[in-house]
Structures are given as structure tokens and as C-alpha cells.
């Protein structure tokens, strides 16, 4: 469960506010397993990690000797369904940030020549700082139906848009004191609807429009001052400015519609937040 996650410390300074980056791959892969792997990993001994509902029978665990980001390699595929690959790669950007030719790479050094690669799932991650976990709960707008927020024993929050098996998912949260982090889990399903099956095709993020999913906005208080003074005469001005928006933005903007007759797209404008998010999504490192 997410909400006991473990405060994990490691962040790339040099891309904080500066650039997106893949924190976690998974890949299928077809192709023939080397018999010796390639000398630029070091692994550790197979284990067994059969069970109910698992798809492989066997896990090695490894690193990169050239990067130190750590891997996974399942395989001994436990059913016969056509879309299950007969191995899959998990890799983490441990001391690195992944690369697409660092995930060839291994790649390479388990299966030989000739293989095929098939991208499952990855997040996406934004580390920034200047903007508190509860500003990116309260201006989030989300097309996502499934909305929840989770707190640990010693107080620290993630919330979630999206659901567990969704195509796409966003969770916030504190990663250090000063940076919070805002990661894109994305399924399969997401990157097939937009042809996105090879390691190279990932590229494409950096271009890709996610803000039409989640985006962070804010209101243009002199309009939605003049919008409200025509509508109610300040009647509801502690709801928008006196008090401390709880409901969140994207829930005001639904009661300016639905009860006061006003166009949110008329005084909400793009926060400053979401624009430093699109410019490290530009500078994605891949």
C-alpha cells in the first residue's frame, strides 16, 4: 500500500525543476536468453517467485556495472497466454536516470542479437521544489473520475488521481523536506493507444500533451472578482478568497458553472507549477 511508502532520498539535483525522467521501466522481451550474460552486469543467483497469479517462475536481480542502476529479469513464464513476452526487464534509476540506450544495453547483455522489446509500463517523474504537496492537491483539474489521498503513521501524504488500473495514473508526494514529487504512472493501454511499443518511441514524451489528463491552474482573482460582483454581489467572495480553499480549485470552478452561471475557462488562467512541469517534460532525458 502506498501509504506506507518509505521516504526514499534519492534525487537527481541537476533535475530538479530542470528535468523529467524515467524513474521506473518495465519491458517485454522475445528473443533467445544468452547462456553466460554479458560481463557489463553483475547478477545475482536466480530465485524462485512462482505463486498464485504470477506470471514467471524466476527472477534475477542485477546491476549495471556501467550505470549502477539496478534490474530485474523474469523469466520461466509460468502460462502460455499470447501476451505475456517469455521475459520481462524491470530497471530503476538508481545512480543514474534511465536512457533508452542504457535499457538496450542490458537488454543486449541478457538475450542475443535479434531480440524484440515491448514497453509494459514506466513512470514518468517531475522533482520539484517551491510549491508544497497541498498547492498540487488544491489546483489539480483532472479528467480522471477516481480521486483519493493517503497518509503513513508518521504523517506523510500521497494522493492519487486515477485508479490502480487505470491507463494512466498521477501521484504526488513529499520525496524529500523540500521536493515533492509528481510521477506519471503509465500502462500498457495508454501506450499502445498512441503507438508507443519500443523503447525508442518514448522519446515522444517530451512532446506528448499529458495536461490534457491533470493540469495545474489558478484563478485570475481580478476577473473572478468582477464575475462575482455581477452575479451575486460579493455574496459568496469567502468561499474564493477569505477562507482556505479546501474543496479545491477544479470543485469552485464546478459551483461557478453550475450555480452562478460563470465560465471557468473565463478566470482560470495555467499556473506558474504547470508551466515549470512542461518545460522539464520539453527537457525530458531519454
Same mark, same amino acid.
Given at each position: %500500500? ?13 533535475? =530538479? ?9 518495465? *519491458?517485454? &522481451? ?8 554479458? $560481463? ?5 543467483? $536466480? ?11 524466476? $527472477?534475477?536481480?542485477? *546491476? ?28 530503476? !534509476? ?22 524484440? !522489446?515491448? =514497453? $509494459? ?12 504537496? /497541498? ?30 488500473? !487505470? ?28 503507438? %508507443?511499443?519500443? =523503447?525508442?518511441?518514448? #522519446? ?10 491533470? /493540469? ?5 482573482? *481580478?476577473?473572478?472578482? @468582477? ?5 451575486? /454581489? @460579493?455574496?459568496?467572495?469567502? &468561499? ?19 450555480? #452562478?452561471?460563470?465560465?471557468?475557462? /473565463? ?12 518545460? %522539464?517534460?520539453?527537457?525530458? *532525458?531519454?
Amino acid at each position: %500500500m502506498a501509504a506506507n511508502r518509505r521516504v526514499d532520498r534519492r534525487v537527481f539535483q541537476h533535475l =530538479v525543476n530542470k528535468a523529467a525522467f524515467l524513474d521506473k521501466l518495465e *519491458i517485454g &522481451l522475445w528473443g533467445v536468453r544468452r547462456q553466460r550474460f554479458l $560481463s557489463v552486469l553483475e547478477t545475482e543467483p $536466480s530465485k524462485p517467485i512462482g505463486g498464485k497469479k504470477r506470471a514467471y517462475g524466476r $527472477s534475477i536481480h542485477g *546491476i549495471c556495472r556501467t550505470t549502477g542502476n539496478p534490474f530485474e529479469f523474469r523469466y520461466g513464464r509460468l502460462n502460455n497466454y499470447p501476451n505475456v513476452p517469455p521475459f520481462r526487464l524491470v530497471l530503476d !534509476s538508481g545512480r543514474t536516470p534511465l536512457t533508452g540506450a542504457q535499457v538496450s544495453l542490458v537488454a543486449g547483455a541478457l538475450l542475443r542479437q535479434g531480440y524484440r !522489446s515491448q =514497453v $509494459s509500463r514506466l513512470e514518468l517523474t517531475f522533482d520539484v521544489t517551491g510549491y508544497p504537496l /497541498s498547492y498540487f492537491r488544491q489546483h489539480l483539474f483532472t479528467r480522471a473520475r477516481r480521486k483519493r489521498e493517503l497518509q503513513d503513521h508518521l504523517g506523510r501524504q500521497t494522493f492519487y488521481a486515477g485508479g490502480p488500473r !487505470s491507463p494512466w495514473q498521477l501521484i504526488v508526494y513529499q520525496k524529500t523536506d523540500l521536493v515533492v514529487r509528481v510521477e506519471f504512472k503509465i500502462r500498457r493501454g495508454f501506450l499502445h493507444d498512441r503507438c %508507443m511499443e519500443s =523503447v525508442h518511441d518514448l #522519446l515522444r514524451f517530451r512532446r506528448l500533451n499529458l495536461w490534457d489528463l491533470v /493540469s495545474f491552474r489558478e484563478f485570475y482573482e *481580478i476577473r473572478l472578482r @468582477s464575475a462575482l460582483r455581477r452575479v451575486s /454581489s @460579493s455574496k459568496y467572495n469567502h &468561499l474564493f478568497f477569505e477562507s482556505p480553499r479546501r474543496l479545491g480549485l477544479q470543485t469552485l470552478a464546478a459551483f461557478l458553472r453550475w450555480r #452562478l452561471g460563470i465560465t471557468p475557462d /473565463s478566470v482560470l488562467k495555467t499556473s506558474e507549477a504547470e508551466r515549470v512541469l512542461r518545460q %522539464m517534460q520539453r527537457n525530458f *532525458i531519454w
